[in-house]
């Protein structure tokens, strides 16, 4: 089985900004007993605090925003540099920089690891297309909250989803935004290319590093993504 896995670099960090090593620690555990039993991961890690930060710096010093999204992009690689570390040689020694490199990667390495791709979008984009160009199996999202809610979740009455319609999806989360480290969960390409590949994409709570083996094991957790009612 193939599967893309997308970290969101927020789960990377504490609320002090220290990276959380154990987090780091528990991931490439799970990622390699998994890859004992035979799966092959792509796994795209983002920019969280360092890449919000970098960004708000450069552009309060005057940075385009193609020049912010370069530093997301290279911030989002750096974090996934810390968990190619933790995975040692299990890992394609090198973080992928284009979709090229990635093809051939995936067909000599059990474990591929991807920042940033191009500015524009998010690290949820780059999963998604890396997730089309390898045909993986399941494209999962671990994100720093539980799903996804059918209006904000810091709303009064917001309920969180087990399976939501990819168009539900792009119409409860349009109006996000659109300038570099503001990208909500899934942006406009990520959604694009889910919807046109129909790619199988479960959205998950990531705080805990052992719900990747549960999602991993098919249990019904965080939320699903259907298309035209049904999940393919
Ligand atoms: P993300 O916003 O995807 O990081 O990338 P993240 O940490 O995963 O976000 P959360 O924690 O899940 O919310 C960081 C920034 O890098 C740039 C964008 O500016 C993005 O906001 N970026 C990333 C690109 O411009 N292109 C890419 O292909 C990826």
């Not at 959380?20 to 528990?26: A, C, F, N, S, T």
């Given at each position: 089985m193939r599967v893309v896995l997308k970290l969101g670099g927020s789960l990377l960090y504490d609320e002090s900004g220290?990276?959380?090593?154990?987090?780091?620690?528990?991931?490439?555990?799970?990622?390699?007993?998994?890859?004992?039993?035979?799966?092959?991961?792509?796994?795209?890690?983002?920019?969280?605090?360092?890449?919000?930060e970098f960004i708000s710096a450069a552009r309060e010093l005057g940075a385009s925003e193609a020049q912010c999204d370069w530093l997301g992009i290279k911030l989002a690689r750096n974090n996934a540099e810390l968990l190619s570390a933790a995975l040692r040689s299990l890992a394609y020694p090198r973080i992928v920089e284009d979709l090229d490199e990635l093809e051939v990667a995936a067909t000599s390495a059990k474990v591929v690891l991807m920042g940033g791709l191009i500015p524009g979008q998010s690290t949820n984009a780059v999963a998604a297309v890396a997730a089309e160009t390898i045909g993986a199996d399941m494209l999962l999202n671990a994100t720093n909250v539980d799903g996804v809610y059918d209006r904000d979740p810091k709303k009064d009455g917001a309920v969180k989803l087990d399976s939501v319609d990819i168009e539900e999806l792009r119409a409860i989360l349009s109006g996000g935004g659109t300038r570099a480290g503001e990208y909500r969960l899934f942006d406009p390409v990520a959604i694009k290319i889910v919807a046109r590949s129909k790619i199988p994409t479960v959205i998950f709570d990531g705080r805990k590093a052992a719900n990747l083996s549960r999602a991993l094991d098919g249990e019904k957790l965080g939320t699903r993504i259907t298309y035209g009612g049904k999940s393919r």
């Open positions: 220290k990276v959380m090593i154990d987090r780091i620690r528990e991931y490439a555990e799970s990622i390699r007993t998994h890859v004992k039993d035979g799966l092959t991961m792509v796994i795209v890690v983002g920019g969280g605090r360092p890449a919000r």
